[in-house]
């Protein structure tokens, strides 16, 4: 699986397995990894609320 993020620092990664349809997030500083099942129209929706997010992140800085 190639990583969607790395985390600079090494605190987090999110990774996509596409034959599965498994949305992958871990730190394994803390011991920490969870997975959804999403497909496409899911993958959009996360896409456009990130969007939204990193928007709102930038209009506070």
Do not use: C, Q, W
């Not at 990664?13 to 969870?34: K, P, Q, V, Y």
């Amino acid at each position: 699986m190639k990583a969607l993020y790395l985390h600079p620092d090494g605190e987090g990664e999110i990774f996509f397995e596409a034959a599965a349809g498994r949305l992958f997030t871990s730190n394994d500083a803390e011991g920490l990894s969870a997975y959804a099942l999403i497909g496409p129209a899911g993958l959009r929706e996360v896409a456009a609320k990130l969007l939204e997010l990193a928007d709102e992140m930038e209009a506070t800085e």
